[in-house]
């Protein structure tokens, strides 16, 4: 059992920046990727980066590449530095612990498995 909070969420204008972090407790498991994931209104869930265990491998959606970067300093902390946010980029942002991702590409099946945050809001104004 994991839990996940997320922050750093907020109203900025297009072009801003903002810092999400995600704090994970419980039984993180030792050698497991985290991510980031959005849910804009009236659209599904979708992937936006993903680091590997070691934080030597990540992926990114190509709508954020070069504008996102994902971190992380150990085994339960993520960030998602956002620069020159968009409108579209507004969304719920949520946390993902427990990803079977090790490198490369991530695809969808490796959050069969996560645990999930309970989100943080962004609101890009245009």
């Known amino acids: 059992q994991v839990e996940l909070h997320e922050s750093g969420g907020g109203l900025v204008a297009a072009g801003g920046s903002l810092r999400l972090s995600c704090a994970a407790s419980?039984?993180?498991?030792?050698?497991?990727?985290m991510g980031w994931f959005r849910q804009a209104p009236g659209k599904e869930r979708e992937f936006v980066a993903v680091?590997?265990?070691?934080?030597?491998?990540n992926d990114y959606a190509e709508s954020v590449w070069g504008r996102f970067t994902i971190s992380r300093d150990n085994a339960q902390t993520v960030t998602l530095q956002m620069n020159n946010l968009k409108p579209e980029d507004t969304a719920v942002y949520y946390c993902?612990?427990?990803?079977?991702?090790?490198?490369?590409?991530?695809?969808?099946?490796?959050?069969?498995?996560?645990?999930w945050g309970q989100g943080t809001r962004v609101t890009v104004s245009s």
């Open positions: 993902a612990a427990g990803i079977a991702y090790w490198r490369g590409r991530f695809s969808s099946h490796m959050v069969n498995s996560a645990e």
């Open positions: 680091i590997s265990w070691n934080g030597r491998d």
């Open positions: 419980g039984r993180t498991p030792s050698r497991a990727a």
